[in-house]
């Protein structure tokens, strides 16, 4: 089921306009259209817009300051819709807060996929509990417990603090340098080797096969992303 809300494609090829504003109303989706960052910037504060998909690479203003301006008001999902392919502009748009990063070109199956996911993650985050589940898995992140089946999981106070950005993020890329400055703090920009080993520990405590993980899944050279399935 989709909102009343339009969702925001702030693209410069007319091509591409095109083909996202047809994919995403034969969905049921409404859609507004901006050429430019401008044009993008004054449709999303007057429009209401529930999702934004937007590029990079805009005649006028780089995507990643159309970004950081959205940021500093906006809290729905905006998916990053690139041909930049090099890890700095994906690990840049990620950490600057966009929800999602796809590369141009794509398969529009795939494209709706991960709208669907990032709208129904932002509706449900606005009315979240304290607690998640997934795959038998229990957190109440108030009570900070865990529980699988009907056994308590231990957690280290980092273990716990690491599940609980993962679960406050469901579904959003977290790059190492984000992981790192929200669970260890700023001094350890850099220390990526924390994030994997404590990763590891998680994985071990709460995938079923810790090798092929469901949950916290690897973005290679990126970060991670946890998914509570649906």
Do not use: C
């Amino acid at each position: 089921m989709t909102s009343n809300a339009p969702i925001l494609i702030i693209d410069d090829e007319v091509q591409m306009r095109r083909l996202l504003r047809s994919t995403l109303e034969n969905e049921g989706y409404k859609v507004l259209l901006a050429e430019n960052g401008t044009d993008g910037l004054r449709q999303a504060e007057s429009a209401r817009a529930e999702l934004v998909i937007l590029d990079l690479g805009l005649p006028d203003i780089d995507g990643h300051e159309v970004l950081r301006r959205l940021r500093t008001w906006a809290a729905y999902p905006v998916i990053i819709l690139s041909a930049r392919t090099g890890e700095q502009d994906i690990v840049a748009a990620l950490d600057a807060g966009a929800n999602d990063y796809l590369v141009k070109p794509f398969r529009t199956g795939e494209l709706i996929a991960r709208v669907r996911s990032a709208l129904r993650i932002f509706h449900a985050a606005s009315r979240a509990s304290s607690v998640a589940s997934f795959g038998g898995v229990r957190v109440d992140l108030d009570a900070h417990t865990v529980t699988k089946g009907d056994q308590p999981v231990k957690l280290t106070p980092t273990e716990f603090a690491l599940l609980s950005l993962f679960v406050r993020n469901e579904g959003k890329v977290l790059t190492h340098a984000y992981i790192l400055q929200q669970v260890w703090g700023p001094k350890f920009e850099g220390e990526s080797q924390y994030t994997r080993v404590y990763v590891g520990q998680l994985r071990k405590k709460l995938e079923d096969d810790p090798n092929e993980p469901k949950f916290i899944v690897t973005e290679s050279g990126i970060g991670y992303r946890f998914s509570a399935g649906e």
